[in-house]
């Protein structure tokens, strides 16, 4: 379901233009500064609830959240912003992109969270873990960088699977029912939804081959 448009996006992205990257090809290959250790990306990040989470919970790590939605993504930066997080930047921009942005082994681990997964085979280049993309990480990360995916949708997961060991990646961490017993990790908006109604949760780790 598309978001509302907001008529007060412009002023609340004014509001917290702080931590919006406006010109993001210029840090190309100078993302990592003083006092962090590690640039992790977050693919999709939506109303920012994991976002901020995660921010709060690695401060040693600057978190660059990628949303092509600005409506959510407002609501991201908001979080933020309120929060007072020193280590979390926002870029309006598809993945397709990621290369434009950084430079070849400059990012540690990236994050893909519930995306969308354009059922049908001739839709299946557009899904964030399709070879294309997963390319397209392989450059970015260092070695031994690692990409966390979750999702609802089994079919996605499955096929995932199935698309990183083909390119290969090294799978680990697979479950198909993450919160089976209990809560585990900081979860998206999406996620406390589906939790709440008993919906598993599916996810993995890969790492890309040193």
């Given amino acids: 379901?598309?978001?509302?448009?907001?008529?007060?996006?412009?002023?609340?992205?004014q509001a917290a233009s702080a931590v919006l990257v406006t010109e993001p090809e210029a840090l190309r290959g100078r993302w990592l500064t003083e006092p962090f250790s590690e640039?992790?990306?977050?693919?999709?990040?939506?109303?920012?609830?994991?976002?901020?989470?995660?921010?709060?919970?690695?401060?040693?790590?600057?978190?660059?959240?990628?949303?092509?939605?600005?409506?959510?993504?407002?609501?991201?930066?908001?979080?933020?912003?309120?929060?007072?997080?020193?280590?979390?930047?926002?870029i309006d921009m598809d993945a397709a992109r990621l290369g434009e942005v950084f430079a070849p082994g400059e990012v540690s681990r990236i994050y893909i969270n519930f995306c969308d997964p354009w059922p049908g085979s001739r839709?299946?280049?557009?899904?964030?873990?399709?070879?294309?993309?997963?390319k397209l990480y392989a450059e970015a990360l260092a070695p031994?960088?690692?990409?966390?995916?979750?999702?609802d949708n089994l079919p996605l997961f499955d096929w995932s699977l199935e698309t990183f060991e083909a390119e290969g990646w090294d799978v680990s961490e697979v479950t198909r029912d993450l919160h089976a017993d209990g809560p585990r990790g900081i979860m998206t908006d999406y996620?406390?939804?589906?939790?709440?109604?008993?919906?598993?949760i599916c996810r993995c780790v890969a790492r890309k081959k040193k």
């Fill in 1 to 13: 379901m598309r978001m509302r448009k907001k008529k007060n996006l412009i002023p609340r992205m």
């Fill in 39 to 90: 640039v992790h990306v977050e693919l999709g990040c939506g109303k920012g609830t994991f976002t901020a989470g995660t921010a709060e919970a690695e401060p040693s790590a600057l978190l660059v959240a990628v949303e092509r939605v600005p409506e959510a993504m407002v609501m991201a930066m908001e979080k933020a912003v309120a929060r007072k997080l020193p280590n979390v930047r926002f």
């Fill in 123 to 134: 839709h299946a280049k557009r899904r964030l873990t399709a070879p294309s993309f997963l």
């Fill in 144 to 151: 031994g960088g690692e990409i966390r995916f979750k999702t």
């Fill in 191 to 200: 996620e406390a939804k589906f939790y709440a109604e008993g919906k598993p």
